[in-house]
Every structure is written in structure tokens, then in C-alpha cells.
């Protein structure tokens, strides 16, 4: 299977692709950086590109793909609805449309977050933008597109999360995950799951859609 990746240095995005450079079905993984991250592995290659709105100039490069995970994302704290739609939905959408029409048997796998909104009506702005994401993604072309909806993420293996906004409560609440893991199952998953469960999906398929934790714990 040859994946394509994108958010490749976001604490989700390192737990997939740990998951897929350790996982013996997984050919090749395409990392999709803005700038490198040095990493290397005989089976990664990247392709840095700055313009994440325009994947034209690299279309060569993005075919014979089995799927796609896309765990790019950031918080919207601070954000005006407009910047944090165009992070969002329109970055998404522009890598995902590229990739149905060079790759119509393609599985893309989004990776959300729980409390999305799908009517897009709703009152939280973050909410609304990722359920039109959401929505617009599963009606693009694709063989299969599942939609994780993860609540609390427990990074293994050395993981850390790039947000400042997110290390802080990850620092104070890092002895109780393992805790809150069993007392909230349904709720809480890892870094480890999640790219296993993301891989399964695109094996094997998932039973729906839009999945929250205690269904990406139970692939």
C-alpha cells in the first residue's frame, strides 16, 4: 500500500506515520511538508511544498496512491471564522480534490475531532467549519472516506504536540491519561490506535463513515 500523508509533524500526524513505517503492508509513505523535517526512513519520502492551497505544481508526484491520511489541523483559538475556514476547509479540499481525480480508488481518511458539527449550523465556529469539511470530503469521488472524530489522544512512543496550547494540559495531565484511557474508553484513545485504526480503514474498510474513539479503538 502506498500512503500519502499530510501534517506529518502534528502529534497525530508522527503517531501515523510511526504506525505506517513500522506496518509491513505499507510500501511507501508521501509526506506532504512545508519545510523538511529531516526525518528518514527507507520507506519516506517528502516533498516540500509551501503553498498547501495549490497542489498543481507537484501532481506528478501524487498518483498510484492507496491512501491518504490527513491529519493536518490547527487550533482556533484566536482565529477569525475566515482564517481558521481556509486552514481548515479550504486547505483539506484543495489536497483532496487533487488526489480523487489522480486517485479514484483511493481511501482518504480525515481526521476530525470530536463535537463536530455536521449540520454546519451550529454555534461553535470550529465545529461548523469541520462538519462542512466533513461533508464535502465524503461526497468527493474517493473509493471509501472515513472521518475520525478522536476526543483526548494519549501520545505514546515520545510523541509531543507542536502546540504550545496543547503541551501545557498534556504536561499536568500526562500521569492521569493512562487513567482517564480506562475510566473513559469511549472517549479517549492514542497516537499508537489512531494510525492503527487508520490503516484498517484503509485496508479493510470501516463499518461507517464518521467514527469517534471507542469505534477507532474497536478497529
Same mark, same amino acid.
Given at each position: 500500500?502506498?500512503?500519502?500523508?499530510?501534517?506529518?509533524?502534528?502529534?497525530?500526524?508522527?503517531?501515523?506515520?510511526?504506525?505506517?513505517?513500522?506496518?509491513?503492508?505499507?510500501?511507501?509513505?508521501?509526506?506532504?511538508?512545508?519545510?523538511?523535517?529531516?526525518?528518514?526512513?527507507?520507506?519516506?519520502?517528502?516533498?516540500?511544498?509551501?503553498?498547501?492551497?495549490?497542489?498543481?505544481?507537484?501532481?506528478?508526484?501524487?498518483?498510484?496512491?492507496?491512501?491518504?491520511?490527513?491529519?493536518?489541523?490547527?487550533?482556533?483559538?484566536?482565529?477569525? /471564522?475566515?482564517?481558521?475556514?481556509?486552514?481548515?476547509?479550504?486547505?483539506?479540499?484543495?489536497?483532496?480534490?487533487?488526489?480523487?481525480?489522480?486517485?479514484?480508488?483511493?481511501?482518504?481518511?480525515?481526521?476530525?475531532?470530536?463535537?463536530?458539527?455536521?449540520?454546519?449550523?451550529?454555534?461553535?465556529?470550529?465545529?461548523?467549519?469541520?462538519?462542512?469539511? /466533513?461533508?464535502?470530503?465524503?461526497?468527493?469521488?474517493?473509493?471509501?472516506?472515513?472521518?475520525?472524530?478522536?476526543?483526548?489522544?494519549?501520545?505514546?512512543?515520545?510523541?509531543?504536540?507542536?502546540?504550545?496550547?496543547?503541551?501545557?494540559?498534556?504536561?499536568?495531565?500526562?500521569?492521569?491519561?493512562?487513567?482517564?484511557?480506562?475510566?473513559?474508553?469511549?472517549?479517549?484513545?492514542?497516537?499508537?490506535?489512531?494510525?492503527?485504526?487508520?490503516?484498517?480503514?484503509?485496508?479493510?474498510?470501516?463499518?461507517?463513515?464518521?467514527?469517534?474513539?471507542?469505534?477507532?479503538?474497536?478497529?
Amino acid at each position: 500500500m502506498n500512503v500519502i500523508l499530510f501534517g506529518a509533524s502534528g502529534m497525530v500526524g508522527q503517531g501515523v506515520l510511526r504506525e505506517c513505517l513500522l506496518d509491513t503492508e505499507v510500501i511507501s509513505v508521501l509526506s506532504i511538508v512545508r519545510s523538511s523535517t529531516g526525518q528518514q526512513h527507507p520507506k519516506l519520502r517528502e516533498i516540500v511544498h509551501k503553498n498547501f492551497l495549490d497542489f498543481s505544481p507537484i501532481e506528478p508526484e501524487l498518483s498510484g496512491l492507496d491512501a491518504c491520511f490527513f491529519c493536518l489541523g490547527v487550533s482556533s483559538a484566536g482565529m477569525s /471564522e475566515e482564517k481558521y475556514r481556509r486552514v481548515t476547509y479550504d486547505i483539506a479540499l484543495a489536497a483532496a480534490e487533487t488526489l480523487a481525480k489522480l486517485n479514484p480508488k483511493m481511501t482518504f481518511v480525515f481526521v476530525s475531532g470530536a463535537g463536530t458539527d455536521s449540520s454546519e449550523h451550529g454555534r461553535v465556529m470550529w465545529a461548523r467549519v469541520k462538519g462542512q469539511t /466533513e461533508n464535502t470530503l465524503l461526497r468527493l469521488p474517493f473509493k471509501a472516506a472515513y472521518m475520525f472524530r478522536p476526543g483526548v489522544i494519549v501520545p505514546l512512543h515520545g510523541i509531543k504536540s507542536r502546540t504550545a496550547l496543547y503541551r501545557i494540559p498534556y504536561a499536568i495531565l500526562g500521569p492521569l491519561l493512562p487513567l482517564l484511557k480506562t475510566l473513559m474508553p469511549k472517549y479517549v484513545t492514542t497516537t499508537e490506535k489512531l494510525g492503527r485504526a487508520m490503516l484498517t480503514a484503509a485496508k479493510l474498510g470501516a463499518p461507517k463513515p464518521i467514527l469517534g474513539s471507542s469505534d477507532i479503538n474497536d478497529l
